[in-house]
Nanobody, 121 residues
Framework: QVQLVESGGGLVQAGGSLRLSCAASGRTFSHKGWFRQAPGKERDFVAAISWNGGSTYYKDSVKGRFTISRDNAKNMVFLQMNSLKPEDTAVYYC????????????????WGQGTQVTVSS
């Protein structure tokens, strides 16, 4: 059974940094992604990384601030978030891509439970 567990969320002031981690069981060599969902909004793409880390994709608003990476030996994926802004506040989810456009939630079949990130102004 494939499972994903996120960690690393918390409360941080604007301009600060957080590093999210996602530990997966199974599907080691799948593309993986991070999404976020703010209250009252739809789940939104943040970043994705190819199975070997050779390609990365980012939402325009996080380019230059967020970095996605992975460690296949540990079956983990990370999201380093710098220069955080209040509008980055959301529950962040990692997910395993199973087919389709990497920016679409429907392309991912396995999801973690999410970790809350709150950025205060």
């Amino acid at each position: 059974q494939v499972q994903l567990v996120e960690s690393g969320g918390g409360l941080v002031q604007a301009g600060g940094s957080l590093r999210l981690s996602c530990a997966a069981s199974g599907r080691t060599f799948s593309h993986k992604g991070w999404f976020r969902q703010a209250p009252g909004k739809e789940r939104d793409f943040v970043a994705a990384i190819s199975w070997n880390g050779g390609s990365t994709y980012y939402k325009d608003s996080v380019k230059g601030r967020f970095t996605i990476s992975r460690d296949n030996a540990k079956n983990m994926v990370f999201l380093q978030m710098n220069s955080l802004k209040p509008e980055d506040t959301a529950v962040y989810y990692c997910a395993i891509h199973t087919g389709g456009a990497v920016v679409e939630p429907s392309a991912y079949s396995y999801w973690g439970q999410g970790t809350q990130v709150t950025v205060s102004s």
